[in-house]
């Protein structure tokens, strides 16, 4: 195997395999923060990266993107059907609790002279 080729699979192994986190992500803390565009977009152009390395009989490439295929859309499948836990929001806050209203539970007023 040339070095030609050698850095062709390491590089493709490298963002292949940087898709890996997000579904880590998701399967710990839910999709939310993932937009299906985002993911359809991916999705399209890693598709023509396939078929643009199938064009040039270059392995790397075709590999590499076949991979990514699977991987994004697994992330696209775990988003459907993988809710937020509780307690995950997207600004990272924690979720307010929405089981009473302030009317129901009032608070007593405090007045300091």
């Known amino acids: 195997m040339s070095l030609l080729n050698n850095i062709g699979f390491v590089a493709a192994a490298c963002t292949t395999f ?9 399967r710990k ?6 937009s299906y565009a985002m ?3 991916y999705l399209g152009g890693v598709i023509l990266w396939l078929v643009y390395g ?4 270059a392995t790397a490439v075709i590999v ?4 990514s295929i ?4 697994t992330a696209i499948v775990m988003k459907a059907i993988i809710a937020s836990p509780p307690g995950v929001t997207l600004e990272g806050d924690p979720p307010h609790d929405t089981s009473h209203s302030e009317s129901e539970n009032p608070r007593p007023m405090v007045i300091q002279s």
């Open 64 to 67: 590499a993107n076949a991979v």
């Open 29 to 34: 803390q839910g999709g939310r923060d993932l």
């Open 70 to 73: 699977l991987l994004v859309a």
């Open 18 to 26: 940087s898709f890996i986190p997000q579904l880590t992500k998701i």
């Open 39 to 41: 993911l359809s977009l």
């Open 54 to 57: 199938i064009l040039l009989h």
